[in-house]
């Protein structure tokens, strides 16, 4: 264990619905003195192995201990490149992540459909730009 003064990361996860925590990598987590500190990130659990219902939202705050972290990183194989979650396992062993737990509307972009919800959802508050969505669906959904 370590001093809550001593985390050099914090990383910001979102409650969601249990049945939906298989699409994300989720927090397992210990809480001491009030403060979530995080254990480990899992990826993609099934919903009964799932050791929260909070998911990375991938925002981070890290000290400049980070890049000691980076430069001696591997990068994963099978994708070829760095993985921000061993990134954060790391510095979970070299001195602690706080997880902050926000709130609020997460859009997930990580596949087409989600991206276009996310697009409209965002265009629909604005006055403009709300117009161009409505016309272009009128368009494409009436019979000419």
């Not at 927090?27 to 009964?48: N, T, W």
């Not at 921000?84 to 997880?99: A, H």
Request: some cysteine; glycine content about 4%.
């Amino acid at each position: 264990m370590f001093c809550q003064n001593t985390a050099v990361g914090l990383a910001t996860f979102l409650p969601v619905l249990r049945e939906n925590v298989s699409r994300y990598g989720v927090a397992k987590y210990s809480e001491i003195d009030g403060a979530k500190h995080l254990d480990s990130i899992v990826e993609k659990p099934r919903v009964e192995d799932a050791p929260s219902n909070l998911i990375n939202i991938s925002k981070y705050i890290f000290t400049p201990l980070v890049f000691d972290i980076i430069k001696r990183q591997k990068i994963e194989p099978r994708l070829n490149e760095l993985l921000i979650t061993d990134t954060v396992s790391e510095l979970v062993k070299e001195g602690g992540v706080l997880l902050f737990e926000t709130t609020g509307e997460y859009f997930d972009c990580g596949n087409l459909e989600s991206w276009l919800q996310t697009n409209i959802a965002i265009a629909m508050k604005d006055p403009v730009l709300r117009e161009v969505v409505q016309n272009t669906v009128k368009k494409y959904t009436h019979d000419n």
